[in-house]
């Protein structure tokens, strides 16, 4: 399983896009999806992520209120809508399938998703993609 991250780009300061997550193979719908990123010269820092069980959603300290996370089971796709971009959230942008004991859960962390949440809660990430906010 790998999953794809796409709609990066470059936006200006208080901009919005809006980040699409599919796979080949994997029905999204069976296991709670996480976006991460990673700016250059830093560890990959937890964003969001949504159950597959009651489709509960969680953000990071950093970008709540601002980015809402959300899928279509049809499409197959986990979305990540980023409303007011700042200069921060510039990095590359990837979404990981969450598992525990290397199976796919449908349930995000219990504490949530945080900067500091483990990326090993998370795998299959494919490319990411990039999102740069210029001033």
């Known amino acids: 399983v790998q999953l794809q991250a796409s709609g990066g780009g470059l936006v200006q300061t208080g901009g919005s896009l809006r980040l699409s997550c599919t796979a080949s193979?994997?029905?999204?719908?069976?296991?709670?999806i996480g976006w991460f990123r990673q700016a250059p010269g830093k560890e990959r820092e937890g964003v969001s992520c949504?159950?597959?069980?009651?489709?509960?959603?969680y953000y990071a300290e950093s970008v709540e209120g601002r980015f809402t996370i959300s899928r279509d089971n049809a499409k197959n796709t986990v979305y990540l809508r980023m409303n007011s971009l700042r200069s921060e959230d510039a990095a590359v942008y990837y979404c990981?399938?969450?598992?525990?004991?290397?199976?796919?859960?449908?349930?995000?962390?219990?504490?949530?998703?945080?900067?500091?949440?483990?990326?090993?809660?998370?795998?299959?990430w494919g490319q990411g993609t990039q999102v740069t906010v210029s001033s």
């Open positions: 949504v159950s597959a069980s009651d489709g509960a959603t």
């Open positions: 193979g994997f029905a999204l719908a069976n296991a709670a």
């Open positions: 990981g399938v969450r598992r525990l004991f290397g199976v796919p859960t449908m349930y995000c962390p219990m504490n949530g998703i945080s900067r500091e949440t483990p990326q090993s809660d998370f795998d299959s």
